[in-house]
């Protein structure tokens, strides 16, 4: 494929692209289709000839969109919301063509600095500390990680480094391997399981502190499970506090769980993958407060606020503490600029090597929505979140489960968990719609989630017509 022949078929996909996303309502949102579909309609062996572009066009829909899940249907109702606009696919290609590979600032100044400086501007979107902005001289700042899992994992490992240097500093004879065996984690009983999978990878314990009555992590529960653990001669290190945790969207305390970790020496890092990307509306604000306790802070823009998967927001206030967990300096990869103190090389705050281009996505897409456009975004979905839920309360048959704050309402028949295993059975079977569930404590409840960048009101009233007429068929089913 030449440059005349990219212009043209790039304009063809560009075609496609938007058709598919204007079209996307009339096609079935969860595909009909069972495992190992795919390998049977494709070769075994790769062409030893190229094939055709409208070849390969003609498969996308043969083979590929029978096969696809389409999270950007306004009948997608499952999980939460992946991010998708046209800026920040535009920025995408640029991303693609560009193509450099930004582990350090001589790799491509651009890439370093676009990213130092998007992350200021979506931090102070946030009203975040100072202390946590790179500014022309703090000690914090913010990178971007490729999902909410990295950034707890690079904040538990560098959290767990600068423990153990500390301790070793202080009892020069200590091993890294007793100290190990003694660090625990805690998070609430409701944080995603990339919570424990990082305690899994970091090799140390993690402990799960129950929460209250509205799914939150409370002081009084940390605070008593750290006392115990130090009595057994343990050291508590790290801990994880939601904000918008993935079954019912709650909060945990930030404002009572950062003056403990604070007392305790303990490093705080704030998961708000989900909720994160409210906080830039002033009525949403408040539920950040606290905030100014925590070691560190995530949310992921790819979830609610335009910018296409991946895009992780992640911010520090101290960066030496994630460039001493993971600095390492061969000579080929070296440059004369790494110690001047004017920029930073983003390989020393993540787990790979490479990264890509992907602050050109925030920016095209804070340019070209500018903030009070991503907040008009963020509150149609809140307003639709409120209108599901009253629909729900106005039917005695249904009850809410948990409090509604964003765009998250959880919900479930009155009645025995196997009645709404088999609601959400037939709701997913009939495939108009799509939910997935959750488990507050011993209740299965199903999740709706606002999360097309296109669904509407009418979206929204169709969805639950169609749960009642479910639920009625079902439960008249079970009384015959």
Known sequence: ?????????????????????????????????????????????????????????????????PGVTHWHSPYFFAYFPTASSYPAMLADMLCGAIGCIGFSWAASPACTELE???????????????????GEAGEGGGVIQGSASEATLVALLAARTKVIRCLQTASPGLTQAAVMEKLVAYAS??????????????????????????????????????????????????????????????????????????????????????AGSAFICPEFRHLLDG????????????????????CSAMWVKKRTDLTGAFKLDPVYLKHSHQDSGLITDYRHWQLPLGRRFRSLKMWFVFRLYGVTGLQAYIRKHVQLSHEFESLVRQDPRFEICAEVTLGLVCFRLKGPNSQNEALLERINSARRIHLVPCRLRDQFVLRFAICSRTVESAHVRLAWEHIRGLAAELLGAEKE
């Open 1 to 65: 494929m030449n440059a005349d022949e990219f212009r043209r078929r790039g304009k063809e996909m560009v075609d496609y692209v938007a058709d598919y996303l204007e079209g996307i309502e009339a096609r079935q949102v969860y595909p009909d289709v069972e495992p190992g579909y795919l390998r049977p309609l494709i070769p075994p062996t790769a062409p030893q000839e190229p094939d055709t572009f409208e070849d390969i066009i003609n498969d996308v829909e043969k083979i590929i969109m």
């Open 116 to 134: 130092t400086v998007m992350m200021d501007w979506l931090g102070r979107m946030l009203q975040l500390p100072e202390a946590f902005l790179a």
């Open 189 to 274: 009983d409701q944080a995603h399981s990339s919570v424990e999978r990082a305690g899994l990878i970091g090799g140390v314990k993690l402990k799960a502190i129950p929460s209250d009555g509205k799914f939150a992590l409370r002081a009084s529960a940390l605070q008593e499970a750290l006392e115990r653990d130090k009595a057994a001669g343990l050291i508590p290190f790290f801990v994880v506090a939601t904000l918008g945790t993935t079954s019912c969207c709650s909060f945990d305390n930030l404002l009572e769980v950062g003056p403990v970790c604070r007392k305790e020496g303990v490093w705080l890092h704030v998961d708000a993958a989900y």
């Open 291 to 310: 905030v100014e306790f925590a070691d560190s802070f995530n949310f992921n823009p790819h979830k609610w606020l335009l910018v296409n998967f991946d």
